[in-house]
């Protein structure tokens, strides 16, 4: 069975034996500051994040962006990654 996206950005973490604080602070070390409780939302899949937080997520994880979270256009019009 495949995961969704979102689950597997936790999956991914937990495999990487990361908090969501620890995820933050790597993020923030990679030039993106993030809270802990944005990642958590992601997670959930309640929020999206912005490009740039979704390639950082992917490199930090080690995982493709197009699992990070799905990319919204204003307005909340869902959007493809590519």
């Known amino acids: 069975m495949t995961q969704k996206p979102t689950g597997l950005v936790r999956s991914r973490r937990l495999t990487l034996g990361l908090t969501l604080e620890e995820l933050a602070e ?3 070390a990679d030039g993106v500051p993030v809270h802990n409780s944005q990642l958590s939302r992601i997670e959930r899949g309640v929020a999206s994040c912005r490009p740039r937080l979704r390639a950082t997520l992917a490199r930090v994880l080690d ?12 307005g909340g019009q869902q959007r493809d990654a590519a």
Do not use: E, G, H, L
């Open 63 to 74: 995982i493709s962006a197009d699992d990070v979270a799905p990319m919204y256009r204003r």
């Open 26 to 28: 790597k993020c923030a």
